[in-house]
């Protein structure tokens, strides 16, 4: 009885430094309150890539963009990688365009992400634009 009491309190004494350890370890989880607006934020700008990536699509985008020696790959890595204020801003020029300049205003929408991508570092496409770094 008394080697069954000596066991039990070695083990007793393992398992309280054992959870001593453990919730000295852990981390606390913080949760916060998501609204709506980040919420809708977050598709609009998602609904916004898209509708950029399908207009890679067209084949007078993808013949110009070749011309350029620009890969529709790259593009579809940028357009991903912008902030939903970027794409709002480039969704509105868009919208802004007349409709006739559909296929050039395509264009000129993403050399100015190729432009901005350069300006902020991200990539060299144009080596006469300097980093703003």
């Known amino acids: 009885m008394k080697k069954m009491r000596s ?3 070695q083990v007793s004494i393992v398992m309280a430094i054992l959870m001593t350890m453990t919730t000295l370890w852990s981390s606390s989880a913080v949760a916060g309150v998501v609204g709506t607006g980040e919420v809708l934020t977050e598709q609009r700008a998602d ?6 990536i399908n207009m ?9 963009l070749v011309s350029m020696g620009v890969d529709q790959a790259q593009v579809e890595d940028r357009i991903q990688s912008l902030t939903p204020g970027e794409l709002a801003s480039f969704k509105q020029q868009l ?3 007349p409709a006739g300049e559909g296929v050039v205003g395509v264009i000129v929408l993403f050399l100015l992400v190729f432009i901005i ?8 496409v144009f080596p006469f634009i300097n980093c703003i770094r």
């Open 7 to 9: 066991y039990l309190r």
């Open 47 to 52: 609904l916004d890539r898209e509708s950029l």
């Open 56 to 64: 890679l699509e067209k084949q007078e985008v993808k013949e110009v």
């Open 95 to 97: 919208a802004e365009a």
């Open 117 to 124: 991508t350069d300006m902020l570092c991200a990539t060299n």
